[in-house]
């Protein structure tokens, strides 16, 4: 993992430069993405105009909307569709945000083993760090697993204010699965904001290999207290018999 990808995330401009300039030129005749980028620049400009202030993880990832904006309404304005030009976005993304991610996954080994507290233990660090005001986040109990409903997200507002909230599909939900996937664990979402609904499921769940480890292990040890106890109790009659013995000798 290269120390500079992971500086990358924190100069929205450069990374998104490399990373965008990269998928198109691997996708368009070389004039077709310079013109491309050339109206993503002139977009972008425009948007930093308006541009709302929040708090500094909230800005930060309000800066890559900006750009995945700009770059979408270029690709449809070059004739590019929205699902296509939404899917390369995805993967524009994702090359900025994956290592990132995976360094994160390797620091939860500290916190914890067992799988499921790893996913708790990272997924309140981006609330707290990352995901914070006016983003707004409703943890529910869960057995084999982590979830939680997200009432507001301010990239799903913004997105919906620029006339594309498809968009948000692409530039921010997709790689909650491609996160989940990469730290072992299967994300289920049947509703989002950004498809207008009132909130966003959230519902990542341990593989059964995890639970049955744990199980295994839960049960283990219950299996073993009763013969410690009853070693301890066999100790304690000897001992009794002993004493017993000695007092009348």
């Known amino acids: 993992m290269k120390p500079l990808a992971l500086l ?9 430069r490399r990373a965008a300039q990269a998928q198109l030129g691997a996708c368009l005749p070389a004039a077709t993405a310079a013109a491309v980028w050339a109206r ?28 995945d ?42 916190r914890s083993s067992r799988l499921q507290a790893r ?22 109990p869960e057995v084999a697993g982590v979830a939680f409903d997200v009432q507001v997200c301010p990239l799903a507002s913004y ?7 498809e968009l948000t599909h ?18 289920q979402r049947r509703q989002t904001l950004a498809g207008g609904a009132a909130y966003c499921d959230f519902r990542f769940s341990v593989p059964p290999t995890e639970l049955i480890a744990r199980e295994g292990a839960s049960n283990s040890a219950a299996d073993s207290a009763p013969d410690e106890s009853r070693t301890a109790l066999r100790r304690g009659i000897s001992l009794t018999d002993r004493s017993s013995l000695e007092r009348h000798v």
């Not at 990358?8 to 998104?16: D, G, I, N, S």
């Not at 900025?96 to 080994?109: Q, T």
């Not at 309140?124 to 529910?140: E, G, H, I, M």
């Open 40 to 67: 993503t620049l002139e977009v972008q400009r425009e948007l930093q105009r308006t541009r709302v202030r929040h708090s500094p993880g909230v800005n930060l990832l309000l800066r890559y909307m900006q750009w």
């Open 119 to 140: 996913i708790q233990w990272l997924l309140d660090a981006l609330f707290n760090l990352v995901f914070t005001r006016p983003f707004q986040r409703s943890n529910l």
């Open 8 to 16: 990358l995330v924190y100069l929205p401009r450069t990374a998104f």
């Open 170 to 187: 692409f530039a921010a939900c997709s790689l909650d699965y491609r996160m989940a996937s990469d730290w072992g664990v299967t994300l």
């Open 69 to 110: 904006y700009a770059l979408y309404r270029a690709l449809q304005e070059h004739g590019i569709g929205q699902q296509q030009a939404g899917e390369w976005i995805e993967q524009i993304n994702w090359q900025i945000f994956a290592p990132a991610s995976a360094l994160a996954f390797k620091l939860s080994r500290l």
């Open 159 to 165: 997105l919906r204010k620029q006339g594309a909230p």
